[in-house]
């Protein structure tokens, strides 16, 4: 596991800081989009490509590479932040997401951003297609790469996820991760309300899963969860990451209503200047 000591922390925060901007910047100049879930996993992406992925941005197709799968592909601008950031594409690309002509869809497209793994959008789906990476994976022989399959909570009240989740249990893929972003809102308000998940953890372990419930905004938690999850030997591994909604925006945090709304030059400036402040 690589020791993150305080300047590496420091680092990360401020590369998160700088992720949440873009994400920002993006949302205002598209005027739609998802605004909650692609704050509140800012930490998790940034730490991904910034500390654990194995990939080269200068060689996306680069065949030993680690395998990105986005189910929730609403929350794309933190994706495509992520990606732009550690030097996939220039920056300035950012601000075309959801314009006529841009490679930068609402919802992943890798017809027109071949960097990418999948395309994505209707919910439930990722997981499965995740699962089939996995299982082709293994003809790869001497190739020693993680499959990871970012999922929403609310995107588990899709059925099909758990006929996934029960196949990798029984085939024991150990190099297929899945992270779960646990921030307790949909579209429709709190997903308790909407359709009660429970301990979600536990559903996985009973379908023959390891894993680990963690605060999804602390790096040293991030950085302990995915040395466990890559180092897993035995089954699947799933990380249950309980995040904020709108992390580092006060004024939306846990607000189910910034899950699908994007912000008015008025409340752009505002976030922008806070996060400047946290510096």
């Known amino acids: 596991m690589e020791h993150l000591n305080q300047d590496k922390i420091l680092e990360l925060k401020v590369k998160a800081n700088d992720i949440r901007k873009s994400i920002i910047e993006m949302l205002y100049h598209a005027g739609s989009g998802h605004t909650a879930g692609a704050l509140g996993m800012a930490d998790i992406f940034t730490y991904l490509y910034f500390v654990a992925l194995k990939h080269k941005p200068e060689n996306p197709s680069w065949?030993?590479?680690?395998?990105?799968?986005?189910?929730?592909?609403?929350?794309?601008?933190?994706l495509y932040a992520s990606m732009a950031?550690?030097?996939?594409?220039?920056?300035?690309?950012?601000?075309?997401?959801?314009?006529?002509?841009?490679?930068?869809?609402?919802?992943?497209h890798r017809e027109y951003l071949p960097m990418l793994e999948t395309s994505s959008g209707p919910l439930g789906e990722g997981l499965s297609q995740a699962v089939g990476m996995t299982i082709a994976s293994r003809m790869?022989?001497?190739?020693?790469?993680?499959?990871?399959?970012?999922?929403?909570?609310?995107?588990?009240?899709?059925?099909?996820?758990?006929?996934?989740?029960?196949?990798?249990?029984?085939?024991?893929?150990?190099?297929?991760?899945?992270?779960?972003d646990r921030n307790n809102i949909q579209i429709d308000g709190i997903t308790e309300i909407v359709?009660?998940?429970?301990?979600?953890?536990?559903k996985f372990k009973e379908f023959g899963w390891n894993g680990e419930e963690i605060d999804g905004n602390n790096f040293e938690?991030?950085?302990?969860?995915?040395?466990?999850?890559?180092?897993?030997?035995?089954?699947?591994?799933?990380?249950?990451?309980?995040?904020?909604?709108?992390?580092?925006?006060?004024?939306?945090?846990?607000?189910?209503?910034?899950?699908?709304?994007?912000?008015?030059?008025g409340e752009m400036e505002m976030a922008i200047k806070e996060l400047d402040a946290n510096k």
């Open 63 to 78: 065949e030993e590479r680690d395998r990105v799968v986005l189910s929730n592909g609403h929350i794309c601008p933190v």
């Open 85 to 108: 950031h550690s030097g996939y594409f220039r920056k300035e690309e950012l601000n075309t997401l959801r314009k006529f002509g841009s490679r930068l869809q609402g919802h992943p």
């Open 140 to 180: 790869d022989k001497g190739l020693d790469k993680k499959i990871y399959c970012f999922m929403g909570d609310g995107e588990l009240d899709e059925g099909q996820n758990w006929e996934a989740i029960m196949l990798a249990g029984k085939e024991k893929l150990n190099n297929l991760i899945v992270i779960v």
């Open 195 to 202: 359709m009660p998940l429970g301990k979600v953890l536990d």
């Open 221 to 265: 938690k991030i950085n302990h969860a995915f040395y466990n999850a890559r180092n897993n030997k035995e089954r699947p591994y799933a990380i249950v990451a309980k995040t904020i909604p709108s992390k580092g925006v006060k004024e939306w945090e846990g607000n189910y209503k910034w899950h699908g709304k994007a912000p008015n030059k």
